[in-house]
C-alpha cells in the first residue's frame, strides 16, 4: 500500500514507553494503531446502523435479552473475545 509522510505530534512520554517496550519503528506503529483505531470505529458504526434497522423492523426498543446480546457484542468489540481476556482463565 502506498504510503504518505507526515508529521505527528505525540507526548514524549509515549515515546519514552515506546522505546522502552522496544518499538523501534514509530511509523509502523503509529500506522497499525491508526488502522486499529479506524477499523473498530466502522464496527461500531455497522453495529449502530445494524442497531438501528433491528429497532425498525421490530417497531420498538430491544427487549432485555437483546440488550445482553448486543452489551456482549459490544465489549467483544471492545476488550476481544471472553475466552482470551485474563478473567476469563
Known amino acids: 500500500m502506498a504510503k ?3 508529521t ?3 507526548d514524549e512520554s509515549i515515546l ?3 522505546n522502552r517496550l522496544g518499538f523501534e519503528n514509530v511509523s509502523a506503529t503509529v500506522n497499525e494503531a491508526l488502522a486499529s483505531m479506524i477499523e473498530r470505529k466502522l464496527r461500531l ?3 449502530g446502523r ?3 434497522d433491528l429497532l425498525a ?3 420498538g426498543p430491544p427487549t432485555a435479552a437483546e ?3 448486543a452489551d456482549a457484542v459490544l465489549d467483544e468489540l471492545e476488550f476481544g473475545p ?4 485474563p478473567e476469563a482463565a
Open 57 to 59: 423492523a421490530n417497531g
Open 4 to 6: 504518505k509522510k507526515l
Open 16 to 18: 519514552d514507553d515506546l
Open 50 to 52: 445494524l442497531a438501528d
Open 45 to 47: 458504526e455497522a453495529l
Open 82 to 85: 471472553a475466552a482470551t481476556r
Open 67 to 69: 440488550m445482553a446480546a
Open 8 to 10: 505527528v505530534t505525540v
